[in-house]
């Protein structure tokens, strides 16, 4: 990622968002855009790993991963819908966490590589 303009970016979710994106779809010809939810997201081998809502990002990276582990204390767990519980292994990451949500696009796209 070209970090000169990052100060400019990480005042915006949104466009920082899109900036990751771009960067993970050019440096991984494996990467696509995709939908989840009607929000914009990255998908690889046909499944979303992260996307973008409402000034947060959810990322796929599964059931055993404990965000308080690497500091992120703005997070909750993606409960989409109002009568089942939340989905296993996602997690909305705040945009108060927006440093990290470069280093956790790289974490769900590994783990969803391992996915079957």
């Not at 809502?53 to 819908?81: N, T, V």
Request: glycine share 6%.
């Amino acid at each position: 990622m070209d970090f000169h303009f990052l100060p400019i970016l990480m005042s915006d979710s949104r466009a920082y968002f899109d900036v990751l994106s771009q960067d993970c779809c050019s440096t991984h010809a494996d990467v696509a855009e995709g939908k989840m939810m009607s929000s914009p997201g990255l998908k690889v081998k046909g499944k979303i790993f992260a996307f973008y809502h409402k000034s947060a990002m959810g990322f796929r990276l599964g059931p055993q991963f404990d965000p308080e582990l690497f500091g992120i204390s703005a997070w909750e767990p993606l409960s989409p819908f109002k009568t089942k519980p939340p989905l296993a292994g996602w997690l909305m990451v705040k945009e108060q966490e927006k440093k990290e949500w470069e280093n956790l696009i790289t974490l769900s796209l590994e783990y969803t590589r391992t996915l079957a």
